[in-house]
């Protein structure tokens, strides 16, 4: 069992940044992937960026060279760099973590972008 933790959610204005985190009950070396995911109102849950134990990475068209996955080894953690962000970012965010057969979903954070 995995359990995620998400943290560093909030209000912030269009142009503004965000670091989202996910702190990993296990080793961050035994969860082959871990991404974050984002579900708008309305709208159906979407992968934003992820990053494998190998250390690639994937990013959605709508956040690439604005949105940043990275990952502390030491810490357990996983976290996701905002930057320029736009109303349309605005959503609850999810950590995501893939472990053979197994998924696992942490509680999600929200982020609203707004003026």
């Excluded at 109102?41 to 604005?66: C, F, H, M, Q, W």
């Excluded at 996955?69 to 349309?88: C, F, G, H």
């Excluded at 472990?99 to 003026?115: E, K, L, M, P």
């Amino acid at each position: 069992q995995v359990q995620l933790v998400e943290s560093g959610g909030g209000l912030v204005q269009p142009g503004g940044s965000l670091r989202l985190s996910c702190a990993t009950s296990r080793s961050i070396f035994s969860i082959n992937v871990m991404g974050w995911y984002r579900q708008a109102p309305g709208k159906e849950r979407e992968l934003v960026a992820a990053i494998t134990s190998g250390g690639s990475t994937n990013y959605a068209d709508s956040v690439k060279g604005r949105f940043f996955i990275s990952r502390d080894n030491a810490k357990n953690t996983v976290y996701l760099q905002m930057i320029s962000l736009k109303p349309e970012d605005t959503a609850v965010y999810y950590c995501n973590g893939v472990r053979g057969s197994a998924i696992y979903w942490g509680q999600g954070t929200q982020v609203t972008v707004s003026s």
